[in-house]
C-alpha cells in the first residue's frame, strides 16, 4: 500500500503532468470560491465536496486505465502515463 501511495504522490504532484500555471489558476479558484462562500451554508460542501470528488474521479479513472496503461475516456497517451 505505501508503494501505491508514493507512486499516487509521485504522480499528482510530478511536474510533467501538468504545468504550474494550471495548478496554481485550479488553486486560486478553489480559494477565491472558497473565501466567497465562507460563512454561507455551502461552504462546507465546497471545501470537503470537491475534494472528495476529485479524489473519487481520480481512481475511477485509475481503475478504467488499468493503472494509467491502457486508453479510456478519450486519453490516447498511454505511454505518458507508465511508470519508469
Not at 494550471?22 to 466567497?36: D, E, N, P, S, Y
Amino acid at each position: 500500500m505505501l508503494r501505491i501511495i508514493k507512486q499516487e504522490l509521485r504522480m499528482a504532484l510530478s511536474k510533467r503532468t501538468q504545468p504550474l500555471r494550471i495548478r496554481t489558476t485550479k488553486w486560486a479558484i478553489f480559494l477565491g470560491v472558497a473565501v466567497v462562500l465562507y460563512g454561507s451554508d455551502f461552504f462546507l460542501y465546497w471545501v470537503v465536496g470537491l475534494p472528495l470528488l476529485g479524489v473519487l474521479t481520480h481512481f475511477i479513472y485509475r481503475w478504467k486505465t488499468h493503472y494509467w496503461t491502457r486508453p479510456w475516456g478519450g486519453w490516447n497517451d498511454v505511454d505518458a502515463g507508465r511508470w519508469q
